[in-house]
């Protein structure tokens, strides 16, 4: 297994700790318990989106680390690289959703017993499109960055800068 594979390998095994900070950061909504069953209140809806934005928050983070670090210990660039990080951040966006929503809140209308006022949170849900798409897109983004602002050939540059410019121009 080369280096560039075991690098995307752990960037898309990334996906289990941010789950975890996924779980200790999101506040989800919660159902209130009426006498007519499971209402939820418009102050308590909040929930909803803060999940969503928390994971697509973690995803940004992840994929601008994920990118510099593959950038920084794979060499030379290549575009598989790149196609590469773009898959090993969308598995890693995978794997954090299906273990948050694994290991979070059951569904509220599992809830049995309540009382009347009792709130029961809601499962952790991403019900959107693009906070998936935003994890490989900052990972590619800040690869990209990285590689630009790097001084990556910048070598080359500074020899020919010691020959004169009649020198270069001449076949």
């Known amino acids: 297994m080369t280096r560039t594979s075991r690098v995307l390998l752990a960037v898309a095994a990334s996906g289990i700790p941010a789950a975890f900070v996924w779980l200790w950061l999101g506040s989800p909504s919660e159902w209130l318990a009426t006498e007519r069953g499971l209402v939820l209140t418009e102050s308590a809806a909040t929930g909803r989106f803060q999940v969503v934005a928390v994971f697509t ?5 992840l994929g601008v680390v994920a990118g510099v670090v593959v950038h920084r210990t794979t060499r030379p660039a290549r575009w598989q690289v790149v196609v590469g990080l773009a898959a090993a951040s969308s598995a890693a966006a995978l ?4 273990l948050g929503v694994q290991l979070g809140p059951a569904p509220p209308q599992e809830a049995t017993g309540l009382e009347v006022l009792e709130t029961v949170p809601s499962q952790f849900a991403v019900d ?15 690869y990209t960055l990285s590689l630009y602002l790097s001084s990556e050939g910048a070598d080359e540059d500074d020899e020919l800068d ?5 020198a270069r121009s001449q076949p």
């Not at 794997?95 to 299906?98: D, L, P, S, T």
């Not at 010691?162 to 009649?166: A, K």
């Open 95 to 98: 794997v954090c959703w299906r």
């Open 162 to 166: 010691d020959e004169p410019l009649s």
């Open 57 to 61: 928050i973690i995803g940004v983070v």
């Open 128 to 142: 959107a499109i693009t906070p998936f798409l935003l994890w490989p897109l900052a990972a590619v983004l800040s």
